[in-house]
C-alpha cells in the first residue's frame, strides 16, 4: 500500500483529502506544517506527499527540498492556491512531480496521483536494471547480487588466475556450466580453447576414447586414429561436467592426467603430455558417492582442491526478480520486454524453483512465446507456481512437486485437509449429490458419507 503524507494548514483541505485518499486505499499520514511534515519524515518511508505551497513557518518549495534530502524517493505533488503559479514553478524546479491549482476536483488528485505513483515504480526498476547491466558483465552473463552469488563471483574471480583444478557443485539448473565458462575466460588460457564433455550423454565404452583418443584399430569400428578431447584441450581447460557418472576405470586415468598431465590413448602404448586446467562439476553428492565406493576417494580429492558451491535458487530469492527482468529481455529479442505485474512478481519470487535458474528460463520463454499482451499476469502462470491445490477431478493425476517448509508439516493434517478438498470439490461439482460425488472419487457411498460425517462437512444433499 502506497504511503502518502498530505501537508496543509487548512484543516478542512486536509481531512477531506485524509477521507478520500483513505478511502481510495491509501495508507494516509497528515501534517498541519513544514515541521511537522519532516518529523514524520524522519521517521517513516514515504512514496508521495501533497504539499500546499503557502503555509506559516515554512513554506512548499523548502519543505520539498528538505523532504528530498531526507528521502530522495519521495514525490511531491504540489498545492497551489490561485496566483501563486510562479512559486509552483519553483517548487517543480525543488523537484516537484506536478502541482493543482485549488481548488481541485478530487478525482483529479487521484488520477494524478496514480501515474506519479507508477512513474516512480518506472524509476526504481531502472534503477534495479541498470544496477543489473552493471553486475551482469562482471562474468559472462551471470546475473545475480544475492550474498551468496557474490561469493560465487569472488571465487571464481580468484581461481581463474590459477591453474588449480575446480569442483563445481550444485543442483541441476543452477549454472554450473556457466560459472565453469567465466572461470575459463578470465583466465590466462581465455585464447585456448575450453573443451566441453558431458560425461553423463557419452556411453561409457565410448567415453575413454572421447576423452583420451584411440589409435587407428584400436577396437572395432577404430577405423582411424582419433584425438581425444584432452589433447584438444591442450593449453586450455578442459570441463568434465557430471563427473559423478564416470566409471570407475575412467577415473583412474582422470587421476593420472591430474597428477602426471599424462596419458595414453586407448590402443596405444605413446604417452601424451598436455598442459591442461581441469574443472569439474556434478549435481550428485560426491561425498556419499565415495562413501559407497562408486567414486575414487582419490580424485575426489585431487578435484575438490577448489570447491565452488552454487546455492539452489530457492536459496538466494533475491535473484529470481533479476533473472525474470533478464530473461523477459533475452526473449523479447530486442523488442520492448514485457512486463510482470507486481501479483506475478510476488507469486514467481515465492515460488521454489525445483529445476533452477533452468526452469525459470524455460518458463519464461514459453510465456513470452505464448503471450501476445505485453504484462503478465497471474493467470499466465502455471498451477504449480501458483501453488494452488489441483482441482479435485484431476487430483488423481497430479505429478507436481511438494515443498515441505521448514518447520516441517504434519503428515496426517495435510493428508485430511487434501481428502476434504477432494470431498468438497467433488460435491460442489455434482450440487451435493452423494452419490454422484463417490462415483466421481471412485469410493462407495457409504465411506464417503462416513468421510464427510466424520470431517463433518457440512453440505446438505440436493438431489
Ligand atoms: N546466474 C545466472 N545468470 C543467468 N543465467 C543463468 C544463471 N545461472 C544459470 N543460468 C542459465 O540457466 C541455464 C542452466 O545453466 P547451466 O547449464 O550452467 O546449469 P547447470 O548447473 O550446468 O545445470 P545441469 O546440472 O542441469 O547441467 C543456462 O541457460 C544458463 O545460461
Ligand atoms: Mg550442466
Not at 22 to 35: F, I, M, R, T
Not at 232 to 250: N, W
Not at 277 to 287: G, K, P, S, Y
Amino acid at each position: 500500500m502506497a504511503r502518502i503524507l498530505i501537508v496543509d494548514d487548512e484543516s478542512a483541505i486536509r481531512k477531506a483529502l485524509e477521507r478520500f485518499l483513505a478511502g481510495a486505499n491509501y495508507d494516509v499520514l497528515s501534517a498541519k506544517d513544514g515541521e511537522e511534515a519532516m518529523e514524520i519524515v524522519e521517521r517513516e518511508t514515504i512514496d508521495l506527499a501533497l504539499v500546499d505551497l503557502v503555509m506559516p513557518k515554512m513554506d512548499g518549495v523548502e519543505l520539498i527540498h528538505r523532504m528530498k534530502r531526507a528521502q530522495p524517493a519521495i514525490v511531491p505533488i504540489v498545492l497551489t492556491g490561485f496566483g501563486t503559479i510562479t512559486s509552483a514553478v519553483e517548487a517543480m524546479k525543488a523537484g516537484a512531480y506536478h502541482y493543482l491549482t485549488k481548488p481541485f476536483e478530487l478525482d483529479d488528485i487521484a488520477a494524478l496521483i496514480a501515474t506519479a505513483l507508477e512513474h516512480r515504480q518506472l524509476k526504481e526498476e531502472n534503477r534495479l536494471l541498470k544496477k543489473e547491466l552493471r553486475d551482469k558483465y562482471r562474468f559472462e552473463n551471470m546475473v545475480g547480487t544475492s550474498d551468496e552469488m557474490a561469493s560465487v563471483y569472488d571465487l571464481v574471480e580468484k581461481v581463474a588466475e590459477t591453474d588449480s583444478t575446480v569442483l563445481i557443485t550444485g543442483e541441476s539448473g543452477t549454472g554450473k556450466e556457466l560459472v565453469a565458462r567465466a572461470i575459463h575466460y578470465n583466465s590466462p588460457r581465455r585464447d585456448k580453447p575450453l573443451v566441453v564433455v558431458n560425461c553423463a550423454a557419452i556411453p561409457e565404452e565410448l567415453l575413454e576414447s572421447e576423452l583420451f583418443g584411440h589409435m587407428k584399430g584400436a577396437f572395432t569400428g577404430a577405423i582411424a586414429t582419433h584425438a581425444g578431447r584432452f589433447d584438444a584441450a591442450d593449453r586450455g581447460t578442459i570441463f568434465l561436467d557430471e563427473i559423478g557418472d564416470m566409471s570407475m576405470k575412467l577415473q583412474v586415468k582422470v587421476l593420472r592426467v591430474l597428477q602426471e598431465q599424462r596419458f595414453e590413448p586407448v590402443g596405444s602404448t605413446t604417452t601424451h603430455e598436455v598442459d591442461v586446467r581441469i574443472i569439474a562439476a556434478t549435481n550428485q553428492d560426491l561425498d556419499r558417492a565415495v562413501h559407497e565406493r562408486r567414486f575414487r576417494e582419490d580424485l575426489y580429492y585431487r578435484l575438490n582442491v577448489i570447491p565452488i558451491h552454487i546455492p539452489p535458487l530457492r536459496e538466494r530469492t533475491t535473484d529470481i526478480s533479476l533473472l525474470l527482468h533478464h530473461f523477459l529481455e533475452k526473449f523479447a529479442f530486442g523488442k520492448e520486454p514485457k512486463s510482470l505485474t507486481p501479483a506475478a512478481l510476488e507469486r514467481l519470487t515465492a515460488y521454489s524453483w525445483p529445476g533452477n535458474v533452468r526452469e525459470l528460463e524455460n518458463l519464461i520463454e514459453r510465456i513470452v512465446v505464448l503471450k501476445k499482451d505485453d504484462v503478465i499476469d497471474i493467470a499466465d502462470l502455471p498451477a504449480k507456481i501458483l501453488g494452488k491445490a489441483p482441482p479435485a477431478a484431476h487430483a488423481a493425476d497430479e505429478s507436481g512437486e511438494v515443498t515441505i517448509p521448514e518447520h516441517g508439516i504434519s503428515f496426517k493434517k495435510a493428508v485430511g485437509d487434501f481428502e476434504t478438498k477432494l470431498i468438497e470439490g467433488a460435491l460442489k461439482q455434482t450440487g451435493g449429490n452423494k452419490n454422484k460425488a463417490a462415483t466421481l472419487l471412485h469410493l462407495n457411498r457409504t465411506t464417503l458419507v462416513e468421510k464427510i460425517k466424520k470431517k463433518r462437512l457440512d453440505m446438505s444433499e440436493q438431489e
